[in-house]
């Protein structure tokens, strides 16, 4: 069955980094587009990069500048770089498969504050 595990969240201080990692199982991860989302108290979940399977990525406005979403075929693995944090990027994070049928993660914390 397909499987999303979301490490690499924690508490950064402003202006800090952090990299996301999805591991992904019981798919051919090379022939499907991944992202990330994120979800902060109160909102709706959002998109926050994609990227196709040929290496094609999207960012949302907010982040652009500051995240890079990359993927590893071999590992089957999908990467969100975040620097340049701010207090609004707090937001549990999502991996998801895309497709005909959508898959997501259980989501990993991200917390930036002082």
């Known amino acids: 069955q397909v499987q999303l595990v979301e490490s690499g969240g924690g508490l950064v201080q402003p202006g800090g980094s952090l990299r996301l990692s999805c591991a992904a199982s019981?798919?051919?991860?090379?022939?499907?587009?991944m992202a990330w989302y994120r979800q902060a108290p109160g909102k709706q979940r959002a998109l926050v990069a994609e990227?196709?399977?040929?290496?094609?990525?999207n960012y949302a406005d907010s982040v652009k500048g500051r995240f890079i979403i990359s993927r590893d075929n071999a590992k089957n693995t999908v990467y969100l770089q975040m620097n340049s944090l701010k207090p609004e990027d707090t937001a549990v994070y999502y991996c998801?498969?895309?497709?005909?049928?959508?898959?997501w993660g259980r989501g990993t914390q991200v917390t930036v504050s002082s």
């Open positions: 998801n498969r895309g497709g005909f049928n959508s898959y």
């Open positions: 019981g798919f051919i991860f090379n022939t499907f587009p």
């Open positions: 990227i196709t399977s040929n290496g094609i990525t």
